[in-house]
């Protein structure tokens, strides 16, 4: 189950560092919806000189980083630090996707792929919480009062 | 695993993948034309050319749609192309609208009609440079009519001649011809036939086209 995300967030990695990339060596990006151009030269796609998918790499690589430290050290508290990144993550990613669908009218590949990426982590790491990390009995006692 | 060697294995993979991916992205760039898919179809009476055909040596044709974002990026790349080779730079623009591009046929009409009055390429530009202004609206037919007159059109021939059914089936045709040559994606440049994967700057476009001359020089003087 840790590893289903640690991929995913290695994936998110990609996508986003990709997408810095030709950011800054001012590339052209090939696109299948036709729509990248519109939605990475958009005003929304930088916060001042930053561009988004450079704080989207940041994020998918202190994920993975906290996803490797959970596997190694086992501490329900890096999870829950993670749950609380995705869950903010997702906001913003529902967000993005909104100025996509209905601010700029156009959609980007790259971006849908990386909304998509957090939505599975967020979702799966909630799924996966009392897998990973069972309640103790008494805990469970205790809620089922 | 000791702990040491996993997180040296993090960064090292980390590392690799920003590496890998600049070489990919710098690689791309540099490389232009990779794949040497051939246009099967040769220039047609009815395609819609600028440069002169008498002196040119190189053939760029162009598919490409009017409400497509990249190709409006491209269109000044092109038409910088077109002032540093005006002798020896033959560019064709064919039609190939989008079905997501909902005015995307509309504007190649437009062109078409602003054709038949004999200035195809002074709107084919005005439609790239004020593509955001008519893409979303619902019905651009009138922005169309406005820069026919700014262009010093007759308007009430061009307002006819948009709804001329032979102008989008022309429109149509070229498009089916873009998908007999697989082109999948706006814009599509073929140079001297052959297909290029799109360059990213101006300096590697004109690079290719640079080779591309000296190719034709050389089998000329051969």
């Known amino acids: 189950m840790i590893y289903t995300l640690i991929v995913l967030a290695f994936?998110?990695?990609?996508?986003?560092?990709?997408?810095?990339?030709?950011?800054?060596?001012?590339?052209?990006?090939?696109c299948t919806?036709?729509?990248c151009e519109a939605v990475t030269n958009s005003v929304y796609a930088t916060i001042g000189p930053v561009p988004i998918s450079l704080i989207g790499a940041f994020y998918?690589?202190?994920?993975?980083?906290?996803?490797?430290?959970?596997?190694?050290?086992?501490?329900?508290?890096?999870?829950?630090?993670?749950?609380?990144?995705?869950?903010?993550?997702?906001?913003?990613?529902?967000?993005?996707?909104?100025?996509?669908?209905f601010v700029i009218g156009q959609i980007c590949d790259y971006c849908m792929v990386s909304a998509g990426i957090t939505t599975s982590l967020f979702v799966l790491g909630l799924l996966f919480w009392r897998k990973i990390f069972p309640l103790k009995p008494i805990e469970q006692e205790v809620a089922s009062v | 695993m000791s702990k040491t060697s996993l997180w040296a294995g993090v960064t090292v993979l980390v590392v690799g993948v920003v590496v890998v991916l600049m070489l990919l992205v710098k690689m791309s760039s540099d490389l232009g034309s990779g794949s040497a898919?051939?246009?099967?179809?040769?220039?047609?009476?009815?395609?819609?050319?600028?440069?002169?055909a008498s002196s040119s040596k190189v053939t760029l044709i162009?598919?490409?749609?009017?409400?497509?974002?990249?190709?409006a990026s491209y269109h000044p790349l092109v038409k910088e192309l077109e002032r540093e080779f005006p002798n020896d730079l033959l560019v064709v623009y064919r039609h190939f609208p989008l079905p997501q591009h909902k005015n995307a046929v509309m504007a190649s009409v437009a062109a078409e009609a602003a054709g038949k009055q004999g200035k195809f390429w002074e709107m084919h530009d005005v439609l790239f440079e004020k593509q955001t202004e008519w893409s979303d609206v619902s019905d651009p037919k009138e922005l169309f009519g406005s820069y026919a007159i700014f262009l010093g059109l007759n308007g009430a021939?061009?307002?006819?001649?948009?709804?001329?059914?032979?102008?989008?089936?022309?429109?149509?045709?070229?498009?089916?011809?873009?998908?007999?040559?697989?082109?999948?994606?706006?814009?599509?440049?073929?140079?001297?036939?052959?297909?290029?994967?799109?360059?990213?700057?101006?300096a590697s476009f004109k690079e290719l086209v640079v080779d591309a001359l000296e190719k034709a020089d050389k089998s000329s003087s051969n």
């Open chain 1, 11 to 30: 994936l998110g990695f990609i996508d986003a560092t990709y997408l810095t990339i030709e950011h800054f060596m001012g590339g052209i990006i090939p």
């Open chain 1, 33 to 35: 919806t036709g729509g």
């Open chain 1, 60 to 101: 998918y690589l202190s994920v993975f980083v906290l996803l490797i430290l959970v596997h190694q050290e086992k501490k329900e508290l890096y999870y829950k630090i993670f749950l609380l990144i995705e869950a903010g993550a997702f906001l913003t990613s529902l967000f993005l996707v909104y100025l996509q669908l």
């Open chain 2, 37 to 52: 898919v051939s246009l099967k179809t040769a220039l047609a009476a009815t395609d819609w050319t600028r440069g002169s």
């Open chain 2, 62 to 71: 162009e598919y490409a749609d009017f409400q497509c974002p990249a190709c």
């Open chain 2, 157 to 202: 021939q061009f307002a006819a001649d948009l709804l001329d059914p032979s102008l989008e089936a022309k429109v149509n045709s070229q498009k089916l011809d873009g998908v007999k040559n697989n082109v999948n994606s706006t814009p599509t440049f073929f140079l001297d036939g052959v297909r290029l994967v799109n360059p990213r700057s101006y």
